[in-house]
């Protein structure tokens, strides 16, 4: 089992970077691949960024590709998010989640079975 700790959000102007960091408990961690989503107001949760056990592959959501960098660090036991040239459309709640099995970088929230409680990003335009 793992426990998920997000950090970092807050509220930013368009255009500007945040990096939120999630923290995970537990000896496991390098086994899990990991996934960013995220929900706004009224709308459902989304896919946003994941990456497999060791880091070597990432996968984003068309929306985030090219603005987004997802990483890890194994040794931390850490995953985070860069997120650059921020938008409106961006705000939103993001969590972190860990994928038990590990093998593909998985889109789908029910997919994942630990997820963190989510930091707010607010983008104002």
């Known amino acids: 089992q793992v426990q998920l700790v997000e950090s970092g959000g807050g509220l930013v102007q368009a255009g500007d970077s945040l990096r939120l960091s999630c923290a995970a408990s537990?000896?496991?961690?390098?086994?899990?691949?990991m996934g960013w989503f995220r929900q706004a107001p009224g709308k459902e949760r989304e896919f946003v960024a994941a990456?497999?056990?060791?880091?070597?592959?990432?996968s984003y959501a068309d929306s985030v590709q090219g603005r987004f960098t997802i990483s890890r660090d194994n040794a931390k036991n850490a995953v985070y998010l860069q997120m650059n040239s921020l938008k409106p459309e961006d705000t939103a709640v993001y969590y972190c989640?860990?994928?038990?099995?590990?093998?593909?970088?998985?889109?789908?929230?029910?997919?994942?079975?630990?997820w963190g409680q989510g930091t707010q990003v607010t983008v104002s335009s």
């Open positions: 537990g000896r496991t961690f390098s086994s899990y691949a």
């Open positions: 989640a860990a994928d038990r099995e590990g093998v593909y970088l998985r889109k789908q929230p029910r997919e994942y079975e630990y």
């Open positions: 990456i497999s056990q060791r880091g070597r592959s990432t």
